[in-house]
């Protein structure tokens, strides 16, 4: 997937904090999905989580969504690790329990 290009479908997942929503959404929406793909065990990925709630409350009435899509398998693990960023992780987060978000559908590229 490149940078401004259409979202294919994501299914699977399993949303942890804000509403689920289809990903990418219907055609013609017209919102913007910024994804990040993370691990609590990733130390740059940690790091970017304030600047994706900054991201999240200076773009959300103009359409923004940030979606944290997490490559853990532990729900739990995740959940406690987002309760515990409290309001600085405030944008939907996600677990990709199937790996479909990470690995792709059949036949892609």
């Not at 929406?29 to 900054?54: D, I, K, M, S, Y």
């Not at 409350?57 to 979606?67: I, S």
Request: net charge negative; proline share 9%; hydrophobic share 35%.
């Amino acid at each position: 997937m490149v940078i401004g290009t259409p979202c294919p479908p994501i299914g699977g997942l399993t949303f942890i904090k804000g509403a689920p929503f289809a990903v990418p959404g219907p055609p013609g929406h017209g919102r913007v999905l910024v994804l990040e793909f993370w691990a609590t065990w990733c130390g740059p990925c940690v790091q970017t989580v304030p600047h994706l709630t900054e991201i999240q409350h200076a773009y959300r009435e103009r359409g923004v969504t940030v979606l944290g899509i997490s490559t853990e398998n532990n729900v739990q693990k995740v959940r406690q690790f987002v309760d515990s960023k409290g309001s600085t992780m405030d944008y939907t987060v996600a677990v990709d329990l199937g790996g479909e978000a990470t690995e792709g559908q059949p036949g892609e590229v």
